[in-house]
């Protein structure tokens, strides 16, 4: 049921730069809800990343940043390590169905 | 230290049920939300079900109407999932997750537990 779209994979070499795209809907992120990021590394639960579009919880460091236009979203690695491998998932809200949606996920996999 | 571990995962025949448990401590359990979310073997995450802090407001997900149940106990501090009419696509690990009322964002999830359902 996921209505949110990623690419299925990104890949950087260590210290370059990634972003990751999360295109919604007028339903949902065009709807004014805010998204948020998660970061499952592998073999664990989900890990709030990025939360109301921009925001880091603490302990998540700054290189992890994320921005909100219109009816898509993005999250940028900066200086890319080689812990930052796992998988990324965008979140936000359909009202018209009162469901969370979450994005496909992304593969980040560093070179 | 805030946990959430879930309970009550395993084999389920299709048509069955299994009723998923989840003890939260670390928190005051009454003032949150709580979510339902699972993850299908190699693939991404599906939201299930929310209930808010209270339990007056429930959400389930259209794949799961009329089969799931979400409940929950302020006094026993636990979140519960009955799965009834259990189907081969209902095969996932099971998370519970915990939010900030109304933020709509999950800050904490636990482990998880896998349900099975397979003849």
């Known amino acids: 049921q996921s209505v949110l779209t990623q690419p299925p994979s990104v890949s950087g070499a260590p210290g370059q730069r990634v972003t990751i795209s999360c295109t919604g809907s007028?339903?949902?992120?065009?709807?004014?809800?805010?998204v948020h990021w998660y970061q499952q590394l592998p073999g664990t639960a989900p890990k709030l990343l990025i939360y109301?579009?921009?925001n880091r919880p603490s302990g998540v460091p700054d290189r992890f940043s994320g921005s909100k236009s219109g009816t898509s979203a993005s999250l940028a690695i900066a200086g890319l390590q080689a812990e930052d491998e796992a998988d990324y998932y965008c979140q936000s809200f359909a009202s018209s169905r009162s469901a969370y949606v979450f994005g496909t996920g992304t593969k980040v996999t560093v070179l | 230290e805030v946990q959430l571990v879930e309970s009550g995962g395993g084999l389920a025949q299709p048509g069955g049920s299994l009723r998923l448990s989840c003890a939260a401590s670390g928190f005051t359990f009454r003032t949150y939300s709580m979510n339902w979310v699972r993850q299908a073997p190699g693939k991404g995450l599906e939201w299930v079900s929310y209930?808010?802090?209270?339990?007056?407001?429930?959400y389930y997900a259209d794949s799961v109407k009329g089969r799931f149940t979400i409940s929950r106990d302020n006094a026993k501090n636990s979140l519960l999932l009955q799965m009834s009419s259990l189907r081969p696509e209902d095969t996932a690990v099971y998370y519970c997750a915990r939010e900030v009322d109304t933020t709509i964002f999950i800050d904490f999830w636990g482990q998880g537990t896998l349900v099975t359902v397979s003849s």
């Open positions: 209930i808010s802090s209270s339990g007056n407001n429930i």
């Open positions: 007028s339903s949902d992120i065009g709807s004014s809800y805010h």
């Open positions: 109301d579009n921009t």
